[in-house]
Every structure is written in structure tokens, then in C-alpha cells.
């Protein structure tokens, strides 16, 4: 069997694991219909937009031109960064964190994802995660519960995706950056939604730049990656 990797869902996993077996057995790889009776999926299409994030993953290789083409793969630990969930960020107006947030999750609490997935320039060392709260980053494809990669920063410049704490109200938010003459603007990514602006930047303070988003999809689990341009 293949080693559970969080990010996973039940149903990737059981992609992996069902190749894993047939593989060894046959020394081929099963078609997509056998792989969605498996798995219990009857729309071939599921079940090839599930290969395609195994594959976007660094799971398996495939050549979507030739039948039965799909190749496990086994990326070098090396390869596999553990990233710290550092809790979670609010993508909404500004509320308190409440007490309850921070042991959300643990000191222990990691998201593996291959360094080939990450941004080439980035330092691994100053990468985190924070999993989304809310829903004011809808239009930059950020939905509530998906997973953000953040690195550590403390300026932005004009058009930055970042996490920011005010420290007058103890609050935490995810917005787009624009400094504005003598205050900050945090513009969210939804219509419906009015700016935030900070007139005393000492109050602000910049807790990391968004580098790339894992996205939760339909079955609950994290594992379609769009990266952040800066």
C-alpha cells in the first residue's frame, strides 16, 4: 500500500493503493473504468480529474494519450518538505482570534508537499501554513477551508496577498495590500465586501506573503495547487 500522505482524500488514497496492487500484480496499470469501480465512482471523468491532481501532485505519471500509461511514482524524502500548520487565518472582516484557535492545531501538525510543487525562489525554511476561514477571497479562488502557504514577511508591496494582525483589536485577516498616502488599505477579493482601512500603521503588522493555495475540493480534501504570483 501507498503511505498515506496528508492533503490526500479517501478517494486519492484509494487511486494510489488500488495502482500499488494492480500493478504488482498485472505489471500494467488498470484502465479508468476499472480504477472508478474501485473506487466506486461511475463517471470516467471523476476519475481522470483525479489522476490529473495525482499527477500535479507528483503521485504518478501518465501519458493521457496512451491506455493504461499511468506510472506510480515514489518521490525522494528529500523531495517531501513538512511545512508547520501554524492555525488558522480569517478571511473575512476582521474578528478576534478566539482563545480557542490556538491550540487548533499542534506544535506537531505538518502539511507535506513536494519542493517541486513550491515556488523556486522560495526558501523552504520560511515557508507555514494557515488554513482559511471565511469567504472574502472568493474572487482570488480562496474558499473557506482551503490551505494557504504563507512566507514569513513584515512589508508588503501594493497587490500583495497577506496575513495581517491588528494588534489594537487582537484581530487577524487575509487581504490584498495597498499602502494609500498615510493608511493601508486591505482590499478583500469579493464584491460583496467592503475595504479595511488602517489609519495608524502602527497598529499593522505584516505576518506573511501568500505563495501558493491548496485548494479544498469537492470530497473534503486538499490537494488542487495554484500558485501566487507576486
Known sequence: MVRKR?????RHQ???????VFQEKFGYSPSIRQIGKNIGVDSTSLVDYYLKQLAELGYIDRDQHVSRSI???????????KLPMRGRIFASQPIPVPS?????FDAETTIEIARSLLPKKENVKDLFALEVQGDSMIDAMIN??????????QEAKNGEMVAVWLDDTNETTLKYFYKEKERVRLQP??????PIYIDNLRHL????KVVMVIRKISDGSNAELNPVTA
Not at 6 to 10: C, D, I, Q, S, T
Not at 71 to 81: F, G, I, K, M, Q
Open 205 to 208: 503588522r505584516i505576518m506573511g
Open 100 to 104: 480557542s484557535d490556538v491550540d487548533y
Open 14 to 20: 484509494k487511486i494510489l493503493d488500488y495502482l500499488s
Open 144 to 153: 473557506d477551508g482551503d490551505i494557504v502557504i504563507m512566507k514569513h514577511a
Open 189 to 194: 477579493a469579493n464584491p460583496t465586501l467592503s
Open 71 to 81: 506510472r506510480l511514482l515514489t518521490p525522494a524524502a528529500s523531495e517531501v518538505y
Open 6 to 10: 496528508a492533503g490526500l482524500g479517501e
